[in-house]
T-cell receptor, first 115, second 119 residues
Framework: AQSVAQPEDQVNVAEGNPLTVKCTYS??????LFWYVQYPNRGLQFLLK??????LVKGSYGFEAEFNKSQTSFHLKKPSALVSDSALYFC?????????????FGSGTRLQVQP | GAGVSQTPSNKVTEKGKYVELRCDPI?????LYWYRQSLGQGPEFLIY????????DSGLPNDRFFAVRPEGSVSTLKIQRTERGDSAVYLC?????????????????FGEGSRLTVL
Protein backbone atom coordinates (compact mmCIF):
# COMPACT_ATOMS: atom_id res chain seq x y z
CA ALA A 1 0.00 0.00 0.00
CA GLN A 2 1.19 3.52 -0.71
CA SER A 3 1.60 6.23 1.89
CA VAL A 4 2.76 9.82 2.23
CA ALA A 5 4.39 11.47 5.21
CA GLN A 6 4.45 15.21 5.81
CA PRO A 7 6.53 15.47 8.98
CA GLU A 8 5.72 19.10 9.78
CA ASP A 9 2.25 20.14 10.87
CA GLN A 10 3.19 23.78 10.37
CA VAL A 11 5.95 25.75 8.70
CA ASN A 12 6.54 29.39 9.56
CA VAL A 13 8.56 31.64 7.29
CA ALA A 14 9.03 35.38 6.87
CA GLU A 15 7.88 37.03 3.67
CA GLY A 16 10.67 37.17 1.12
CA ASN A 17 12.51 34.19 2.57
CA PRO A 18 12.74 30.81 0.84
CA LEU A 19 10.35 28.11 1.97
CA THR A 20 10.42 24.32 1.99
CA VAL A 21 7.55 21.98 2.79
CA LYS A 22 8.71 18.40 3.22
CA CYS A 23 7.18 15.23 1.83
CA THR A 24 8.33 11.62 1.76
CA TYR A 25 6.47 8.75 0.17
CA SER A 26 6.27 4.98 0.07
CA UNK A 27 5.03 3.01 -2.96
CA UNK A 28 5.72 -0.24 -4.74
CA UNK A 29 7.68 0.68 -7.81
CA UNK A 30 7.82 4.14 -9.31
CA UNK A 31 5.61 6.98 -8.15
CA UNK A 32 3.59 9.77 -9.62
CA LEU A 33 3.78 12.66 -7.16
CA PHE A 34 1.61 15.72 -6.67
CA TRP A 35 1.27 18.85 -4.57
CA TYR A 36 -2.09 20.46 -3.84
CA VAL A 37 -2.94 23.62 -1.92
CA GLN A 38 -6.07 24.34 0.10
CA TYR A 39 -7.07 27.89 0.96
CA PRO A 40 -9.66 28.52 3.70
CA ASN A 41 -13.17 27.54 2.60
CA ARG A 42 -11.90 26.56 -0.84
CA GLY A 43 -11.42 23.27 -2.64
CA LEU A 44 -8.01 21.72 -3.13
CA GLN A 45 -6.11 23.19 -6.05
CA PHE A 46 -3.44 21.46 -8.09
CA LEU A 47 0.05 23.01 -7.86
CA LEU A 48 2.39 20.65 -9.68
CA LYS A 49 3.19 17.04 -10.46
CA UNK A 50 6.10 14.75 -11.19
CA UNK A 51 5.43 12.04 -13.75
CA UNK A 52 8.75 11.38 -15.41
CA UNK A 53 11.81 13.19 -16.70
CA UNK A 54 13.50 16.14 -15.02
CA UNK A 55 13.59 15.74 -11.25
CA LEU A 56 12.92 19.44 -10.73
CA VAL A 57 9.30 20.27 -11.47
CA LYS A 58 7.96 23.80 -11.76
CA GLY A 59 4.35 24.61 -11.01
CA SER A 60 1.86 27.35 -10.32
CA TYR A 61 2.53 30.54 -8.33
CA GLY A 62 6.31 30.15 -8.50
CA PHE A 63 6.40 26.84 -6.63
CA GLU A 64 8.70 24.00 -7.55
CA ALA A 65 9.43 20.54 -6.20
CA GLU A 66 12.35 18.18 -6.46
CA PHE A 67 11.90 14.45 -6.85
CA ASN A 68 14.63 12.48 -5.07
CA LYS A 69 14.28 8.78 -5.69
CA SER A 70 17.02 7.64 -3.33
CA GLN A 71 15.50 9.58 -0.44
CA THR A 72 11.90 8.92 -1.57
CA SER A 73 11.19 12.61 -1.15
CA PHE A 74 9.32 15.29 -3.06
CA HIS A 75 9.83 18.53 -1.14
CA LEU A 76 7.96 21.66 -2.18
CA LYS A 77 9.98 24.85 -2.48
CA LYS A 78 9.68 28.51 -3.34
CA PRO A 79 12.58 30.96 -3.51
CA SER A 80 10.69 33.91 -2.02
CA ALA A 81 7.54 33.44 0.09
CA LEU A 82 4.51 35.72 -0.09
CA VAL A 83 1.94 36.33 2.63
CA SER A 84 -0.67 35.10 0.14
CA ASP A 85 1.08 31.70 0.07
CA SER A 86 -0.27 31.02 3.57
CA ALA A 87 -2.46 27.93 3.20
CA LEU A 88 -2.62 24.20 3.78
CA TYR A 89 -0.42 22.12 1.50
CA PHE A 90 -0.89 18.44 0.69
CA CYS A 91 1.50 16.02 -0.95
CA UNK A 92 -0.01 13.02 -2.78
CA UNK A 93 1.23 9.88 -4.50
CA UNK A 94 -0.06 7.37 -7.01
CA UNK A 95 1.92 4.26 -7.92
CA UNK A 96 2.82 3.81 -11.58
CA UNK A 97 1.93 0.21 -12.11
CA UNK A 98 0.52 -1.40 -9.02
CA UNK A 99 -1.80 -0.57 -6.17
CA UNK A 100 -4.53 1.99 -5.84
CA UNK A 101 -4.78 4.38 -8.77
CA UNK A 102 -6.50 7.06 -6.79
CA UNK A 103 -4.17 9.50 -5.11
CA UNK A 104 -3.11 8.92 -1.53
CA PHE A 105 -2.67 12.17 0.37
CA GLY A 106 -0.50 13.16 3.28
CA SER A 107 -1.92 14.79 6.40
CA GLY A 108 -1.03 18.28 5.25
CA THR A 109 1.32 21.06 6.31
CA ARG A 110 0.08 24.50 7.24
CA LEU A 111 2.30 27.22 5.80
CA GLN A 112 2.24 30.52 7.62
CA VAL A 113 4.08 33.41 5.96
CA GLN A 114 4.61 36.39 8.22
CA PRO A 115 4.81 39.92 6.82
CA GLY B 1 -20.47 25.71 -14.40
CA ALA B 2 -16.85 25.12 -15.26
CA GLY B 3 -15.82 23.43 -12.02
CA VAL B 4 -16.83 20.47 -9.90
CA SER B 5 -20.08 21.21 -8.13
CA GLN B 6 -21.10 19.59 -4.86
CA THR B 7 -24.43 19.84 -3.09
CA PRO B 8 -25.36 20.45 -0.39
CA SER B 9 -22.48 22.55 0.86
CA ASN B 10 -23.60 21.89 4.42
CA LYS B 11 -25.74 19.11 5.84
CA VAL B 12 -26.72 18.66 9.46
CA THR B 13 -28.49 15.44 10.35
CA GLU B 14 -29.29 13.30 13.32
CA LYS B 15 -27.65 10.03 14.19
CA GLY B 16 -29.32 7.15 12.38
CA LYS B 17 -30.61 9.18 9.45
CA TYR B 18 -29.92 8.60 5.76
CA VAL B 19 -27.90 11.16 3.77
CA GLU B 20 -27.19 11.72 0.09
CA LEU B 21 -24.38 13.93 -1.20
CA ARG B 22 -24.26 14.89 -4.85
CA CYS B 23 -21.32 15.61 -7.15
CA ASP B 24 -21.49 17.10 -10.62
CA PRO B 25 -18.06 16.71 -12.27
CA ILE B 26 -16.46 18.76 -14.98
CA UNK B 27 -18.02 17.96 -18.34
CA UNK B 28 -16.03 15.33 -20.21
CA UNK B 29 -14.18 14.00 -17.19
CA UNK B 30 -14.67 10.25 -17.07
CA UNK B 31 -12.94 9.64 -13.75
CA LEU B 32 -14.67 10.67 -10.52
CA TYR B 33 -13.41 10.33 -6.96
CA TRP B 34 -14.88 10.66 -3.51
CA TYR B 35 -12.68 11.56 -0.57
CA ARG B 36 -13.42 12.31 3.06
CA GLN B 37 -11.51 14.93 5.02
CA SER B 38 -11.70 15.11 8.78
CA LEU B 39 -10.53 18.16 10.69
CA GLY B 40 -6.76 18.43 10.63
CA GLN B 41 -6.33 15.49 8.29
CA GLY B 42 -5.59 14.96 4.64
CA PRO B 43 -8.22 13.70 2.21
CA GLU B 44 -8.95 10.01 2.71
CA PHE B 45 -9.84 8.01 -0.38
CA LEU B 46 -13.31 6.44 -0.48
CA ILE B 47 -14.19 5.36 -4.01
CA TYR B 48 -13.18 5.92 -7.62
CA UNK B 49 -15.39 5.66 -10.70
CA UNK B 50 -14.24 5.16 -14.25
CA UNK B 51 -17.33 5.94 -16.29
CA UNK B 52 -20.35 4.31 -14.67
CA UNK B 53 -18.48 1.60 -12.81
CA UNK B 54 -16.71 1.72 -9.48
CA UNK B 55 -13.10 0.91 -10.40
CA UNK B 56 -11.95 0.92 -6.78
CA ASP B 57 -14.22 1.06 -3.75
CA SER B 58 -11.65 -0.19 -1.28
CA GLY B 59 -11.76 3.03 0.71
CA LEU B 60 -15.40 2.81 1.73
CA PRO B 61 -15.27 2.30 5.51
CA ASN B 62 -18.21 -0.10 5.79
CA ASP B 63 -21.43 -1.18 4.12
CA ARG B 64 -23.30 1.91 5.30
CA PHE B 65 -21.50 3.82 2.58
CA PHE B 66 -22.45 3.43 -1.06
CA ALA B 67 -21.95 5.52 -4.20
CA VAL B 68 -23.43 5.45 -7.67
CA ARG B 69 -22.78 7.10 -11.00
CA PRO B 70 -25.51 5.68 -13.22
CA GLU B 71 -24.92 7.72 -16.37
CA GLY B 72 -21.21 8.29 -16.04
CA SER B 73 -21.56 11.91 -15.01
CA VAL B 74 -23.26 12.95 -11.75
CA SER B 75 -22.46 10.82 -8.73
CA THR B 76 -24.25 10.40 -5.42
CA LEU B 77 -22.62 9.28 -2.21
CA LYS B 78 -25.13 7.61 0.08
CA ILE B 79 -24.68 7.08 3.81
CA GLN B 80 -27.13 4.96 5.74
CA ARG B 81 -27.69 4.99 9.50
CA THR B 82 -25.32 7.90 9.99
CA GLU B 83 -23.04 7.96 13.02
CA ARG B 84 -21.34 10.88 14.74
CA GLY B 85 -18.02 9.59 13.43
CA ASP B 86 -19.22 10.18 9.86
CA SER B 87 -18.99 13.93 10.44
CA ALA B 88 -16.44 15.29 7.96
CA VAL B 89 -16.11 17.20 4.72
CA TYR B 90 -16.84 14.93 1.78
CA LEU B 91 -14.84 15.94 -1.28
CA CYS B 92 -15.51 15.04 -4.87
CA UNK B 93 -12.94 15.31 -7.64
CA UNK B 94 -12.88 14.54 -11.33
CA UNK B 95 -10.19 14.10 -13.96
CA UNK B 96 -9.58 12.94 -17.49
CA UNK B 97 -9.36 9.19 -17.73
CA UNK B 98 -6.09 7.52 -16.90
CA UNK B 99 -7.49 4.02 -16.91
CA UNK B 100 -5.47 2.95 -19.92
CA UNK B 101 -2.18 3.25 -18.14
CA UNK B 102 -0.85 2.32 -14.77
CA UNK B 103 -1.15 4.93 -12.12
CA UNK B 104 -2.92 8.25 -12.10
CA UNK B 105 -1.12 10.94 -14.04
CA UNK B 106 -3.93 13.39 -14.34
CA UNK B 107 -4.49 16.22 -11.96
CA UNK B 108 -7.68 16.05 -9.94
CA UNK B 109 -10.12 18.95 -9.94
CA PHE B 110 -11.84 19.19 -6.58
CA GLY B 111 -15.15 20.62 -5.58
CA GLU B 112 -15.50 22.71 -2.43
CA GLY B 113 -16.92 19.79 -0.52
CA SER B 114 -20.04 18.92 1.42
CA ARG B 115 -19.68 19.41 5.16
CA LEU B 116 -21.64 16.71 6.98
CA THR B 117 -22.42 17.09 10.67
CA VAL B 118 -24.10 14.21 12.47
CA LEU B 119 -25.59 15.21 15.80
Amino acid sequence: AQSVAQPEDQVNVAEGNPLTVKCTYSVSGNPYLFWYVQYPNRGLQFLLKYITGDNLVKGSYGFEAEFNKSQTSFHLKKPSALVSDSALYFCAVSPVHTGRRALTFGSGTRLQVQP
Amino acid sequence: GAGVSQTPSNKVTEKGKYVELRCDPISGHTALYWYRQSLGQGPEFLIYFQGTGAADDSGLPNDRFFAVRPEGSVSTLKIQRTERGDSAVYLCASSFSTATSGGNTGELFFGEGSRLTVL
